[in-house]
């Protein structure tokens, strides 16, 4: 069943629907304490049917195409006990064409992602040969597209490539963790490679200069790159931003829009436009075209992330932020 009869069955059923398809391929290639570990072919594919039946939810998924037929019936009795919807399906609507699809990734194979694996780590070992390294390189290929009762239907495609180092150095009771990755929807070039070794060379070198921390009872000054402040705050100051968490009461900023709350330097933004950017992409998981989100402009609190659901329920339009699994 193609989603095109999906979508008629559904419309015939419920005040309103949408249909989301998917399907992707991958070729992960692993490497293990320095040596080759597993090489693989992974295929996935799945619909689901989300249903809105006076004024609730309901929810299916399948990853097997012979019981699409269920999924009409399923989402019927879910709506039952769903939340409230707070929503309507978005039309149909012009989207800015990204770029996200590498064709030069689909001649690549599983001996050139072994060859890039091998060359890197050999690199590696090279400045230190202690060093026990597990590594992933791989890329993957897939399709999205979405249907709703109210005439929308989008689809993309896109590649990703991806590469990552984890090195670990053990000397009596200190241990020395470095990591070092790469994502994109283009192979990397041996540029990128080098500017991969570049970071993992000078993090290797940073650890073997390491100072004690002077004694002092007052403030220490710590100084974070940007590395490692999206390692350590971003995410707990992004959940912050998160819709859900504004429409459930539980995020700490929830009345700070427009305030000035972070140093007056920093700004924050989501571009899902990015060229060659992870998160690039025309529309979001509900075919909402995407846009720039100024989260904080020059310390000042601007706006948050939105799906459809959230948006509804704290009165606001969608951002085009919507990120879904199969059954979400």
């Avoid at 070729?27 to 799945?46: D, M, Q």
């Avoid at 984890?166 to 990755?181: H, P, Q, R, T, W």
């Avoid at 999206?230 to 459930?248: E, H, I, Y």
Wanted: net charge neutral.
């Amino acid at each position: 069943m193609t989603c095109e009869p999906l979508i008629k069955r559904a419309k015939a059923t419920f005040d309103e629907a949408e249909v989301y398809r998917f399907d992707s391929e991958s070729f992960p290639v692993h490497f293990e304490s320095n040596k080759l570990k597993a090489i693989s072919r992974k295929g996935t594919s799945g619909v689901a049917l989300r249903g809105v039946k006076d004024g609730r939810i309901g929810l299916s998924a399948s990853t097997d195409p012979s019981r699409e037929n269920e999924l009409i019936d399923r989402v019927l009795e879910i709506s039952k006990f769903g939340s409230t919807a707070s929503f309507n399906f978005p039309e149909d609507c012009n989207h800015t064409e990204v770029n996200i699809y590498d064709d030069q990734l689909l001649t690549t194979t599983s001996n050139d992602l072994i060859t890039i694996g091998e060359n890197f780590i050999d690199k590696v070992l090279q400045l230190s040969p202690q060093l026990v390294c597990d590594s992933g390189i791989g890329w993957s290929k897939g399709t999205k597209k979405i249907f709703n009762t109210t005439g929308l239907y989008k689809r993309y495609s896109y590649t990703q490539f991806y590469f990552y180092l984890a090195a670990k150095l053990i000397k009596e009771s200190d241990m020395l963790n470095i990591f070092v990755g790469y994502s994109s929807h283009t192979k990397a070039n041996k540029e990128d490679l080098i500017q991969i070794f570049n970071r993992f060379k000078r993090s290797l070198n940073w650890s073997s200069n390491v100072s004690s921390p002077p004694v002092s009872l007052g403030e220490i000054p710590v100084i974070f790159m940007p590395s490692g402040f999206l390692q350590t705050f971003m995410n707990p100051l992004l959940s912050g931003f998160d819709g859900k968490n504004l429409a459930n009461g539980s995020s700490p900023i929830s009345g700070d829009w427009g305030k000035k709350k972070l140093h007056e330097d920093l700004t924050i933004q989501d571009n899902p436009h990015l060229l060659n950017g992870r998160g690039t992409r025309p529309f979001d998981d509900e075919g909402v075209p995407t846009r720039m989100i100024n989260l904080v402009q020059n310390g000042i609190l601007v706006e948050p992330f939105y799906d459809l659901q959230t948006a509804g329920q704290t009165g606001n339009n969608s951002s085009g932020s919507a990120f879904r699994l199969l059954g979400s």
